[in-house]
């Protein structure tokens, strides 16, 4: 995959790292760890510069992410409560536990939105519950931004660093995603045994 995508933005330069970038956020397994770099890596060998590359990624990104927030809005918390409320039973969750998930959203979303942004493959998924609770789209669009933009500049400029090394920072941010993908494992294991425990207790 890295040698596919590193290929395409050869290539086509600005409208590939976009394309590369807009694909991340609906699809994942495509890295920004690997777009990212290299596209730094570009602007010190090609006649990309540092500011072309950071905004076509960022506007990539934020395409990707009003994709997936489009797609939440479709599902939505009514429609989501009316499947649970039909199938909750076989997983122990009633429509109020829905209800309080998105008004914890309500009240932190933001918040979450902008660090998510900054988690690898939560960075993508994040904006679908943000349309599922109907998030105001301007203030999604605004903290969306900022957190794509801390995130692009950091692997940007780590790129443009490293120059033709640019490929020694993937080792690291293999590690960085391993670490992450394991604490909200552990994360989700606690919240769904303390669940599991206050609906025995009921």
């Not at 690997?34 to 960022?58: C, E, H, R, Y």
């Not at 988690?119 to 931004?145: D, Q, V």
């Amino acid at each position: 995959m890295q040698e596919w995508i590193t290929t395409i933005m050869e290539q086509f330069g600005y409208t590939g790292i976009f394309f590369m970038m807009a694909i991340e956020n609906v699809f994942p397994p495509i890295p920004s760890e690997i777009v990212l770099p290299f596209g730094g890596f570009m602007t010190t060998n090609s006649d990309l510069t540092v500011t072309g590359v950071i905004i076509t990624a960022t506007s990539g990104s934020v395409l990707g992410a009003i994709i997936l927030y489009g797609i939440g809005l479709l599902i939505d918390v009514d429609r989501l409560e009316k499947i649970v409320d039909k199938w909750g039973h076989l997983i122990r969750i009633k429509k109020e536990d829905i209800r309080k998930a998105d008004s914890w959203f309500d009240k932190y979303g933001y918040w979450t939105v902008l660090f998510c942004r900054m988690i690898p493959l939560i960075r993508s998924l994040i904006s679908i519950p943000a349309g599922m609770s109907n998030m105001n789209f301007t203030l999604f669009l605004l903290f969306t931004l900022i957190g794509t933009l801390i995130w692009n500049v950091i692997l940007i400029m780590i790129g443009v660093t490293l120059g033709e090394n640019w490929e020694s920072i993937l080792g690291f941010m293999d590690m960085y995603s391993t670490i992450t993908y394991a604490l909200i494992a552990f994360a989700i294991f606690v919240f769904v045994i303390l669940f599991a425990r206050k609906r025995i207790r009921k």
